[in-house]
């Protein structure tokens, strides 16, 4: 089984200085030129390779799929970049609001195993894909992970991606998912 697997950010964190804006200009003669963004106040940034990940697993030969019960382990991870805890009221000039002190993730996607697992598309039948943290807890689609606390600088969340039976009979097969993640401050 040939697996990929997209991690598209989706980058909604926990204070928001304004909402979507979106801009709209001619192009002289030419079309239509569309600007969108969003200003937020972030305690990190997220380097630009964690930004968009194309994960190539390993073929997993059924056989051992089903000895172990799970497919073998992935890594990857998201590296925040330039820390800080410190922050300003953008409100108000000169004052500051708490230190950041956490960091949150959640990963969210189409769902499989009724909700605990998230779901894989193509030509293989009966597999479903967990992610878990450093620690071993489980991602829920949709559900916040445990916080992370966080540290000045430069910090590295390390993740596992692996597949698990689905209830449904097992037929090879290339599979993709896509699976986005947010990450909030607190």
């Given amino acids: 089984m040939k697996t990929f697997v997209s991690l598209a950010i989706t980058s909604s964190l926990a204070m928001f200085a304004s909402p979507w804006g979106v801009a709209q200009e001619l192009a002289h003669g030419d079309g239509l030129v ?9 305690a990190c940034g997220l380097e630009l390779v964690s930004v ?15 000895r172990r019960a799970r497919g073998g382990d992935q890594s990857f991870q998201l590296r925040l970049v330039n820390c800080t805890l410190s922050r300003t009221d953008p409100l108000r000039p000169g004052v500051t609001l708490p230190d950041w002190q956490h960091l949150r993730v959640t990963f969210d996607g189409p769902s499989d195993r009724e909700g605990r697992s998230f779901a894989v598309l193509g030509g293989s039948q009966g597999v479903a894909l967990n992610i878990q943290d450093s620690v071993g807890q489980l991602s829920i689609p949709g559900q916040p992970m445990t916080p992370h606390p966080l540290a000045e600088g430069d910090m590295t969340l390390h993740f596992t991606l692996h ?3 689905n209830g449904l009979p097992i037929v090879a097969g290339a599979h993709r998912a896509t699976v986005r993640f947010k990450l909030e401050y607190f």
């Fill in 52 to 66: 968009d990940q194309t994960i190539d697993m390993d073929p997993e030969p059924i056989g051992r799929f089903l």
């Fill in 34 to 42: 569309t600007l969108g963004g969003e200003v937020v106040d972030s």
């Fill in 163 to 165: 597949f698990v039976g």
